[in-house]
Nanobody, 120 residues
Framework: QVQLVESGGGLVHPGGSLRLSCSASGGIISITRMDWYRQAPGKQRELVATFTSTGNTNYADSVKGRFTISRDNVKNTVYLQMNSLKPEDTAVYYC??????????????WGQGTQVTVSS
């Protein structure tokens, strides 16, 4: 059974930092792409950062220069280092991964989300 488990969310003051992690498990053969999305209440889910199998990274304009995505292929884990956090960064952050799974094939998977709250 494939699972994406996210952790690292919490409450921080403006200007603070958090490091999110997302670990994939369950007969995974390879990871094509791992991404971070976020969704605030009443708003659409948006792509925050992406890390491809070729090592390319992309960021939303709103987080460029503040967030950094990285990946550990051995641990099947993607990280999101978030610095200089702003109240507008408050949202539920979701991990999304395109995986090749033994006995199944390639598919798109989502984590359960982790809450990030930036408030004074």
């Amino acid at each position: 059974q494939v699972q994406l488990v996210e952790s690292g969310g919490g409450l921080v003051h403006p200007g603070g930092s958090l490091r999110l992690s997302c670990s994939a498990s369950g007969g995974i053969i390879s990871i094509t792409r791992m991404d971070w999305y976020r969704q605030a209440p009443g708003k659409q889910r948006e792509l925050v950062a992406t890390f491809t199998s070729t090592g390319n990274t992309n960021y939303a304009d709103s987080v460029k220069g503040r967030f950094t995505i990285s990946r550990d292929n051995v641990k099947n884990t993607v990280y999101l280092q978030m610095n200089s956090l702003k109240p507008e960064d408050t949202a539920v952050y979701y991990c999304n991964a395109h995986l090749a799974v033994a006995g199944w094939g390639t598919d798109d998977y989502w984590g359960q989300g982790t809450q990030v709250t930036v408030s004074s």
